[in-house]
């Protein structure tokens, strides 16, 4: 459990009902599907709210990713967000180092506080800037060595509203701008989507005679996400 502490400001732990903006309300019902450990005391921002991954679908994700060549033992973690997929990462055990990137100091905080919650904050290095600076001119050399995981922000729950999501006016990021930004660095690009991805967008960033690989998460038998996987490794 991490130490009694009271969270900065603009960050919380919502006890009842009662304390939570309404916008937020349907996440914080879920929280036990978000985090398990919820009741020991985990931080979030209420913009942390709309773009956690699911405890489930966290490390099952961790599990697939496991399965990148050997010679990858490093995980980045570029939008690590409140920590949901970095505690996941690191809880699998499969990383001689994971690097975890979040340029809103108040997520970060939260990320080292849930980390702490779950016992593996020791496991991580905490890295406070934008990815597409820190990628490049800090991680040069480590991403070599690296797999590269991106869970960028969708712009907000309207991508709800599309039947199929148009990946090159998402935001703040389009898909064209992660792609190049993190295949510059590594090999092994992961990217978490949503579930109404465009597919036909993503085949075209796959190299020549190759077809990339795409999964599904599912909660209660409903697609959560998809993580599309650029690189040599196999999703189960």
Request: one cysteine or more; proline letters at 6%; hydrophobic letters at 40%.
């Given at each position: ?44 921002t ?27 033992n ?77 869970s ?29 930004a ?10 978490y ?44």
């Open positions: 459990m991490a130490p009694v502490t009271d969270p900065p400001e603009g960050v919380h732990h919502y006890e009842t009902a009662d304390e939570v903006p309404f916008e937020i309300s349907k996440y914080w019902h879920q929280r036990y599907e978000i985090f398990s450990k919820y009741d020991e005391g985990i931080w979030m209420d913009d942390a709210w709309f773009g956690v991954t699911p405890e489930p679908v966290a490390r099952k994700i961790a599990q697939d990713i496991a399965n990148a060549p050997k010679s990858k490093i995980l980045i973690d570029a939008f690590a967000g409140a920590g949901g997929n970095t505690i996941a990462f690191a809880l699998s055990g499969r990383w001689n180092q994971i690097f975890a990137i979040e340029k809103d100091p108040k997520a970060l905080a939260c990320a080292k506080h849930n980390a702490e919650v779950y016992g593996v904050a020791k496991k991580i290095w905490w890295i406070e800037g934008d990815s597409f600076t820190v990628l490049p001119k800090r991680l040069k050399q480590s991403a070599k060595n690296a797999v590269v995981f991106g960028p922000p969708w712009g907000g729950p309207t991508y709800t509203d599309f039947e199929v999501f148009d990946l090159a006016v998402m935001q703040p990021y389009s898909l064209q701008q992660l792609h190049d993190f295949s510059a660095v590594s090999s092994e690009v992961i990217l989507l949503p579930r109404t991805s465009d597919l036909q967008q993503l085949a075209k960033y796959a190299k020549k005679g190759e077809k990339l690989k795409v999964a599904h998460y599912c909660m209660r038998g409903a697609s959560k996400a998809m993580c599309v996987f650029m690189g040599t490794f196999e999703a189960d």
